[in-house]
């Protein structure tokens, strides 16, 4: 591999550590970046390994979740002062939480285990990225204007309940479909229902953890495990970047929240929908 190579696998991870948390999604920018920046590299990495490596990345995006909120979301602990034996070794409200990320998890899995080859091969281009993301813009705008409205129901986690945790995961199936955004999906399905941009958006990275290990780990048991060197250190660069880069991101996006809707994020949906259009049908 050449340095143009090389190049383009940190953008690849700078861009999937950027776009995984922000609303603006991660699989249409990086489908984007491999559309429109052709490289040489199809001698030494396969069209399946960078199928693979553009999902199995996301693992470095998780481990900036682990990193920042490992406090909030692990449950085990020893409490000696604690009634019964299950809370003595177990944070219960954070176990619970996890129950219900679990529960969340469920509309993905029936939808996207039969459908997922039929996915990639008819959603994952240009065209339906574009699409999405102008849709995806527009539907942040008038959600944010409708959301000024009113005041949220949700402001901690724990006051989530297991039919918000249902309806969530539906808004997550939506996702499948790249240029629509995981976290764009899940935060607008969590405001909708009721909950503050805040919990919306934590909500919204713990439920990655599952969902990004189980479509890493589904896309590795089809690839297989017999890496070449080169690949096992494009895998290694990619997941690395992707987690200094999140680190980032997600410090930004929370910050962000506390002062801003998303409106902002809308608007550069819709704008980058329309460029790439545009680009598409003059290439």
Known sequence: MGLIEWLKILVLGIVEGITEWLPISSTGHMILV???WKTANQTVLTDEFMSMFE???????????????????????????AGSTFERYCDKEKFVMWLKIAVSCV?????GLPFEEQIDKYLFNAP????MLIVYGIGFLFIE???KRRSPRINDLNELRWTDAVLIGVFQVLAMVPGTS???????????IGASRGVAAEYTFFLAIPTMLGASALKL?????????????VLLVGMITAFAVSILAIKFLIGYIKKHDFSAFGWYRIALGVIVLVAFSLL
């Open 221 to 233: 048991i089809k690839f297989g495990f017999d890496f070449t060197a080169t690949e096992l250190a």
């Open 34 to 36: 491999d559309e429109f």
């Open 128 to 131: 339906v990225v574009a699409s």
């Open 55 to 81: 999902v199995v990345i996301q693992l470095g995006a998780i481990m900036a979740v682990v990193v920042l909120y490992f406090k909030k979301i692990w449950p085990f602990r020893l409490n000696r002062k």
């Open 107 to 111: 509309p993905a899995i029936l939808v």
């Open 145 to 147: 204007r409708y959301n």
């Open 182 to 192: 995981r976290s764009g999906a899940t935060i607008l399905g969590g405001i909708l």
